[in-house]
């Protein structure tokens, strides 16, 4: 998997719909210098941003 280009389409797109997230687990560990193995993407997101049809 492309973690780079997954990460921003899934960025541009949360961005576009204005719902606040953030990067959690080891990526948002990287972000602020942990290095830790991972193979997928956390995020958390306010459900208040989100369509309650597909939430």
């Known amino acids: 998997m492309d973690f780079l280009r997954a990460l921003t389409e899934l960025t541009q797109r949360l961005d576009a719909s204005r ?3 953030a990067l959690i687990g080891g990526f948002g560990m990287a ?3 942990v290095q830790r193995a991972t193979v997928d ?3 958390v ?3 208040d941003d989100l369509d ?3 939430a």
């Open 41 to 43: 993407l956390d995020f």
């Open 52 to 54: 309650p049809s597909v």
């Open 31 to 33: 972000m602020h210098g």
């Open 45 to 47: 997101l306010a459900l």
């Open 19 to 21: 719902v606040r997230y």
